[in-house]
Nanobody, 119 residues
């Protein structure tokens, strides 16, 4: 129902910045929240940040003050601005759209974009 494509990953040195983009298509009118997750080798997927329809946001403690999630509704795109990057931020970053119907909760995932931070 909703298709997501992430972009913007790459290799940066510690202290640098990247901006990730998540472009959505399909039945985007049904989406009530977009989240950024990340998964490092040997670790489970971790929620990084979310933004809801009312533009309220959430950040995990490890990225507060460094990352900012935002959206451009006209472009159906959500961004994750990442500043002051640390080696421990290295992971594959995934975009997730979620929606709820009377039948339950549903989610769609992008394929991910690699972020590598060197020390």
């Amino acid at each position: 129902q909703v298709q997501l494509v992430e972009s913007g990953g790459g290799l940066v040195q510690a202290g640098g910045s990247l901006r990730l983009s998540c472009a959505a298509s399909g039945s985007t009118f049904s989406v009530n929240a977009i989240g950024w997750y990340r998964q490092a080798p040997g670790k489970q997927r971790e929620l990084v940040a979310t933004i809801r329809r009312d533009d309220s946001t959430y950040y995990t403690d490890s990225v507060k003050g460094r990352f900012t999630i935002s959206r451009d509704n006209a472009k159906n795109t959500v961004y994750l601005q990442m500043n002051s990057l640390k080696p421990e931020d290295t992971a594959v970053y995934y975009c997730k759209a979620q929606w709820i119907t009377t039948d339950g909760a549903f989610a769609s995932w992008g394929q991910g974009t690699q972020v590598t931070v060197s020390s």
